[in-house]
């Protein structure tokens, strides 16, 4: 029996990259995962993945930076599955190498809805179900450019400051409700979005299961990161 048997887990940009690595995973320890993402034919690969490893998903092709797109779902799976235990913020991405000065206001609103307002919109929808269960556990994708600075990148690392600082709000808010919350930083990794990473997303998403099927004691706020 898999560490995950029975639950209900909740990929965010499951078609590709970490994401994709995650969503396989989660469901080959027993967990059934809903499927998220833009490109529908994307997550139509993962499904059928799982599916020929005996696993279980459900596509649900959604924009997670659109906060109605996000509530339409929460009721379609209330509705379907009827609960949600565990949720995967892994929606990001680094936008464009732009320094402030010739940041425009619509990169830098892309870079944070992306990186940011995408984690605060499902966080959100779904607590509910977590607190109705009194039981759930939230990873977010973080990275190590919350904390240092790059030349081009002031975008992304302030969203990922602010999403640390948004986790670590939720993880103390919502201990007392069952729920655990921690932020877990993959590295360089080669994807769809970062061709010039070093990693294979499969290789670490071993860490992010661990976070996903914390016991009730486990570790609450803080930054995991991958290999260390």
Known sequence: MGLLANQIALVTSAGTGLGRATAIQLAAEGANVILTGRR???????????????????????????????????????????????????????????????MTISSWDHTIRLNLYSAFIVTNAFL?????QQYGRIVSITSAMANFEYEGLGAYSAAKAGLEGLMRTVAIEEKKHGIL????????????????????????????????????????????????
């Open 40 to 102: 529908k034919e994307k997550l139509q690969e993962v499904a059928q993945i799982i599916e020929q490893a005996g696993g279980q998903s459900i596509v649900f092709p959604v924009d997670v930076t659109n906060s109605e797109e996000v509530f339409r779902l929460r009721e379609q799976l209330i509705s379907q599955v009827g609960r949600v235990d565990v949720l995967i913020n892994n929606v990001g991405g680094t936008g464009d190498y732009n320094t402030v000065h010739d």
């Open 128 to 132: 509910p179900i977590m607190r109705k």
């Open 181 to 228: 919350v921690n932020m877990y930083d993959p590295g360089n990794l080669k994807t769809e979005q970062n061709p010039y990473g070093e990693g294979d997303p499969a290789t670490v998403v071993d860490g992010i299961v661990k976070l996903a099927a914390l016991p009730e004691d486990g570790i609450n706020g803080q930054v995991v990161r991958a290999n260390q």
